[in-house]
């Protein structure tokens, strides 16, 4: 799995409060960006988001990690947009 492509997913997840909503912009299903959001967390050893049926409540933990990792990802667009 893509690591990128998972942070990606954490970001957009933190953000949207939707792993449906996600998915939706992603172009994928909910449940392959519920499998990426499970995969950092089995890889980080923390629980990102607290899960209801109607709810994504992110972690202490994920709070922690969200503005890293968005600069991370600000980051790479930056560079792919140098590049050309």
Request: positive net charge; proline residues 1%.
């Amino acid at each position: 799995m893509d690591v990128l492509q998972s942070y990606t997913a954490f970001v957009r997840s933190f953000e949207a409060g939707s792993f449906s909503a996600v998915a939706r912009e992603l172009g994928t299903s909910q449940s392959a960006v519920s499998k990426q959001i499970a995969t950092l967390e089995v890889s980080l050893g923390v629980q990102l988001f607290a899960r209801t049926t109607r709810k994504l409540q992110p972690t202490h933990e994920a709070r922690q990690l969200y503005e890293h990792v968005r600069q991370l990802l600000d980051a790479v667009e930056s560079l792919k947009a140098a590049a050309g």
